[in-house]
Structures are given as structure tokens and as C-alpha cells.
């Protein structure tokens, strides 16, 4: 292992200052973050942003299994060790609730033009794509990239003192590479180019 320096084992270290959920199909490329400007979609890549999500309850992920069980016979101890399977969740929590977030987060349902309301059906299942976590950091930017993802969102939350939630499952899966997820280290942003006209 190479010896890192105390300056870049500084800038190795991140604080979020703001945060940016975006999804995009399966098999879709990550975007440069070096050159990924929040707002600017031509930046996004085949990503999408997908809307304002909550400050209150940040995005969260955990890992479960994956222990080791060691294996004896009757004369030695130690003689195989067996892995459990690992499963990777997640939940996020959504602060708009139309059309496009329903659509995102909701396979086989259906939206009724005329009321304005998303129908989501007894047989209605979890959507599948690829999900990018942007995190800024003043003049820095790292990110999360997660190669399968299922979503599936619950029912809103309501707070009389902050913006309604929407609470949106995350499954993560190894996609048809067998990659479950890219961890972006932090690097300089772009600076933000400020449209002609």
C-alpha cells in the first residue's frame, strides 16, 4: 500500500453540504462527476434528477449476511468456512409526489388524467433501474452509484412541521456484470456555466 499524504487524505474527507438522487435505465453509463453541474442536465448523462428528497430523513442503506460459519468433523475443528449470502436495502424519502415520482417508484399502476391521482393496483410491483447519488461538498463532489435497484414507494407521511414524505424501498441487486455498486471518491466540481442569452 502507498503511503498517503496528510493533504490528500484531507481531501479525501467529505461533509455534505447538499445531496442529488438520480436514476437512470439498466445498463446506462455513470456520468463524469468531475464534470456534473446540478442543474445543468447536459451533464446528467442518461440520468435523470429525481426530485427534491428529504433533509430530515437522509438516504440510508444496509447490509445483511454475510457471516462466516466455520465447519468441523468429528476429529478436526476448522476445516471449512461457509459465507451466508449478503442482501443490500435502502430507503430514501420523497417530498414530491406526482406523476414522474409515481411512475419511478410504482411498476403497473396507472395514472388517472382526469383526477390527477396516481392508482397504484393490488398486482403493482417494484420498478428496476440504475440510481446515482450526487453529494456536494462546497468546492467538492463524490457520489454513490448503485448498478440494479428495485423501488417501490409507501405511503406518504404526514408533519405538521415539515414537507410531506414519501418513503421509497431500495433493493439492490449485482446487475448482468455482477456489479453492485461504484463508490466515486471526491473530486473538484466543475464550475457552473451560466447560460447564453
Known sequence: MENVSL???????????????LLA??????????KFV??????YGA???FGDTSAENLPEFEVEGGEVTSRRTFDR???????????????????VRNKEFFEATVGGGEWDEAKKAFIT???SYAKECMMLIV????????????????????????????FKEVPVSVAISADSQNRIK?????RKKAPAVTPAG
Request: aromatic share 12%; proline share 3%; charged share 30%.
Open 7 to 21: 493533504k490528500d487524505a484531507t481531501e479525501d474527507l467529505t461533509l455534505t453540504d447538499v445531496g442529488h438522487i
Open 25 to 34: 435505465p439498466l445498463d446506462s453509463e455513470f456520468p463524469d462527476l468531475s
Open 38 to 43: 446540478f442543474g445543468q442536465e447536459s451533464t
Open 47 to 49: 440520468f435523470k434528477w
Open 77 to 95: 475443528k476448522g476445516q471449512r468456512n461457509q459465507r451466508a449470502d449478503r442482501t443490500y436495502t435502502g430507503t430514501f424519502n420523497a417530498v
Open 121 to 123: 393496483k393490488s398486482d
Open 135 to 162: 453529494e456536494e461538498d462546497g468546492e467538492w463532489i463524490s457520489g454513490l452509484g448503485l448498478y440494479k435497484v428495485s423501488l417501490l414507494s409507501g405511503f406518504a407521511k404526514t408533519d405538521l412541521e415539515n
Open 182 to 186: 461504484a463508490d466515486f471518491e471526491p
